[in-house]
């Protein structure tokens, strides 16, 4: 059997989407089982199956690691040259008049026992000795000469304290013998640095040191077994076996791959075949499936970044805002699909994917019964409301459930869905950006189109107020009749009031503008009256694409006659020319035919309002008559049969606009004059 090209095209979009899903999905092997603190364990027996040590916990690392940072004692360096130099330099600088018999004087001897003593002690710079006193360091380790020594920072001096320290304890003998030149501090200067690359590598040896493990479990031991709480040990124990069991999958993460491939496939398989059967018109449409695949591989993607960097918490992403921007261009059940096959492929990489499918598919439901179609922003905000608050019951229910206690609940998890609630509310903007990139037409634009006040139509009303009367009447009688068989009654209404625009360019053609009687046909040659008839066609898709109205709109300007043919000009032509060929091009519209409900719709309704004008009175019969009269011929001229339309569709059209014409043209009672008092 020969593949159609557009089911090759589906195939090869649905292959690429599976690729690209896999390649970014994370390799880690997944632990098959769920646990969580404080809950009852849901499996069998479980036994370790081979010795396995028992991590600690992130916090209890990081617990261990602060403490040794705050209890190291760091290394600074003494330079035993700089008491050599100071000393030296003191020796030969020491006044002139003293030099010689001064030199083992008990002055010089004073100071340079001090100095000794206090270089030995260690000078540090004032911003270091700052420093270890904010951090509250009592001891350093000293390094001279390539030996280590604990020391007290209590001793250490800088050149200030310690010039201070020498001069209080000076003798009053000594004092009175002092040279009036000589200044102690001179010769005082720091001798101890901070010896940061020894520090920063002593302290590393001791962080590396910190045991990962505070047990081991033995092959074969029991863990936990159906029905028992999973208290803190255990829950260590289990999360321990989780962290070894995912951390053999180094060497396979080739099959890891393909497994989720091969799932990935399969269930983007079964989306396929969901679409081709039920949805042909977005599985055998480029735009559309493209749409909904992007839906999902963008959903995929987000899930990814956020479970694999752990950036935030998966519930924060708007997963309901894929049913909310599919049910705005295509029905609910479409919408519901694809949001199920997105959320089962993001449970893939959930945490608790169980918990996670509950709610999400949850959510979706709620939003295709709250939203069944987005035309004002109102029902936007309300969704949005709807779909917090079953996220919050959800989760409170099934916490419940599971726990049996209100102090395990996690808060927090509301503030997510809240930030869900506001992410929700950018639909609006985002169904803005979809209409531009695919070109798609929602209820929203539709309802801004259909306003009156547009430039388009303010300016239809204003030069040709019969046509825009023609315009509301049919945009009453076609949405009628749509809403009955189930047709999109809002772009019914929108094309209906565009549907004549074309009739701008030379508005009194037509008999619904003209006045006093003036005719301009009178004096044409029919074939030059049903050219410039027909021409209102071409001018109205001119001016609705140079005004960049939506093609879906368009598509009522240009199918709205069809191919039928100008009958008035047609007919009269023949009748006053019964012998002469005819070239029936130039009586027939371009078309193309109405291919959809709404199109048809219009058609219908543009010629059963326009003919009725020219009844004499207003009776079912004579209304009944002329509708049945008017479509029956289109049917008979083939115009309808591109179509998709039932012939039972067909007479409840007939029906709605046969009731819609008696309530239009009903007859109003005579109010009666107020009669004159006699005499």
């Known amino acids: ?63 261990e690691k602060d403490s040794i940072r705050r209890r190291f004692e760091p290394y600074y360096r003494m330079n035993p040259d700089v008491k050599t130099e100071q000393l030296e330099k003191l020796r030969t600088g020491y006044p002139d008049a003293l030099q010689g018999r001064t030199k083992e004087a008990p002055y010089l001897k004073y100071i340079e026992n001090r100095l000794s003593r206090l270089y030995e002690d260690g000078i540090l710079p004032v911003q270091q000795l700052e420093d270890l006193k904010r951090e509250n360091r009592k001891w350093v380790y000293v390094l001279k000469n390539n030996e ?3 020391r007290n920072t209590a001793g250490f001096h800088t050149p200030k304290s310690a010039c201070d320290r020498i001069l209080d304890d000076l003798p009053e003998s000594l004092a009175a013998v002092a040279p009036a030149s000589f200044y102690v501090g001179d010769y005082l200067t720091d001798n101890l640095t901070e010896d940061r690359e020894t520090s920063e590598k002593m302290l590393n040896e001791q962080l590396k040191n910190v045991a990962l493990s505070s047990g081991m479990v033995q092959a074969g031991e029991r863990i936990v ?66 749409f909904t695949l992007l839906c999902m591989l963008a959903c995929c993607l987000l899930s990814e970044i956020f479970v694999r960097h752990d950036m935030f918490d998966l519930y924060i992403l708007p997963f309901a805002i894929v049913p909310i921007v599919v049910r705005t261009f295509f029905n609910s059940h479409t919408a519901l699909f694809t949001h199920l096959i997105t959320v089962l492929l993001c449970s893939l990489l959930a945490p608790f994917p169980h918990e996670f499918l509950l709610l999400q598919i949850l959510a979706g439901v709620v939003v295709i019964f709250s939203l069944k179609e987005l035309t004002q922003r109102s029902q936007l905000v309300r969704c949005s409301i709807y779909v917090f608050a079953t996220y919050a019951l959800g989760y409170l229910s099934l916490s419940l459930y599971q726990e ?80 009955e068989i189930g047709a999109d009654t809002q772009l019914i209404r929108t094309g209906a009031l565009y549907h004549d625009i074309g009739k701008m360019t030379h508005p009194a053609l037509f008999t619904e503008n003209q006045k006093g009687g003036v005719n301009p046909h009178q004096d044409m040659p029919f074939e030059k009256s049903a050219q410039l008839i027909i021409n209102h066609v071409t001018e109205g898709v001119r001016i609705a694409e140079k005004a960049s109205l939506p093609k879906s709109v368009i598509d009522f300007i240009r199918t709205h006659h069809g191919t ?103 007859t109003r009672i005579s109010y009666p004059d107020l009669a004159t008092a006699k005499q």
């Not at 769920?34 to 617990?63: C, H, N, S």
Request: charged share 25%; glycine share 6%.
């Open 404 to 483: 049996g206690d209100l102090g395990k609940i996690r808060w927090i998890m509301f503030l997510f869905f809240g930030i869900n609630l506001i992410l929700l509310l950018f639909s609006y903007t985002l169904i803005y950006i979809v209409e531009k990139l695919f070109g798609y037409t929602s209820p929203i634009t539709l309802i801004e189109l259909s306003n009156i006040n547009t430039p388009i139509l303010k300016k239809l009303s204003e030069t040709c107020p019969g046509t825009f009367q023609h315009s509301l009447q049919v945009s009453i009688l076609a949405s009628a009749a749509g809403s």
């Open 564 to 666: 039928g043919k100008t009958k008035y000009f047609y007919n009269s032509f023949r009748n006053a020319f019964p012998d002469a060929p005819v070239d029936e091009k130039l009586f027939t519209y371009p078309g193309p035919n109405p291919f959809s409900k709404e199109t048809a719709i219009l058609m219908m309704a543009d010629s059963v309002e326009a003919a009725s004008r020219s009844l004499s009175e207003y009776t079912e019969e004579k209304l009944r008559a002329q509708v049945d009269k008017l479509i029956d011929s289109q049917l008979t001229d083939g115009l309808l049969k591109n179509a998709p339309l039932t012939f039972r569709e067909i007479e409840v059209i007939k029906d709605s606009f046969v009731e819609k014409l008696k309530t239009m043209y009903h």
């Open 148 to 150: 280590a020594r604990l």
């Open 1 to 63: 059997m020969k593949l159609k090209k557009s089911t090759i095209r589906a195939i090869v979009y649905f292959g690429t989407t599976a690729l690209l899903i896999a390649y970014f999905f994370p390799r880690e092997v997944k632990f098959r089982y769920q646990f969580y603190e404080g809950k009852p364990w849901r499996y069998d027996l479980l036994m370790a199956p081979d010795d396995f040590p028992i991590y600690k916990t992130d916090e209890e690392v990081k617990a």
């Open 225 to 290: 077994d159906r029905g028992e709480v999973v208290d803190h040990q255990t829950y260590n124990m289990l999360r321990s076996l989780k962290i070894v069991h995912e951390s053999k999958s180094a060497g396979n993460r080739q099959l890891i791959w393909i497994g989720q491939l091969v799932l990935i496939f399969g269930i983007l398989f079964c989306c396929g075949l969901y679409m081709a059967t039920f949805c042909p018109e977005i599985f055998f449409r480029q735009r559309n499936l493209l």
